[in-house]
């Protein structure tokens, strides 16, 4: 096999998520989202929003990064 099927095979595998990363970010959506519900006026909404923004946030700072 060449270094280059190697690095591609390398790239397909899924990254893995650390949980407590994942944690962080849903708790820091969910007060941002709060935050924003109460700006807007609707707790819930404000919510629902910072957990659709946390749940990418938090995969974004736990994946592991592989050498090159």
């Known amino acids: 096999m060449t ?3 190697t690095n591609s095979e390398q790239k397909n595998e899924n990254p893995e998520i650390n949980k407590k990363g994942l ?3 849903l708790v820091l ?3 941002v989202g ?9 707790i ?9 923004m946390g749940i ?3 995969i974004a700072f736990n994946r ?3 050498p090159n």
């Open 3 to 5: 270094d280059k099927e």
């Open 23 to 25: 944690l962080l970010g």
């Open 29 to 31: 959506g969910m007060a």
């Open 34 to 42: 709060a935050g924003i519900g109460v700006a807007i006026g609707n």
């Open 44 to 52: 819930a909404l404000g919510v629902a929003i910072g957990l659709a």
């Open 56 to 58: 990418p946030i938090g």
């Open 64 to 66: 592991n990064k592989q």
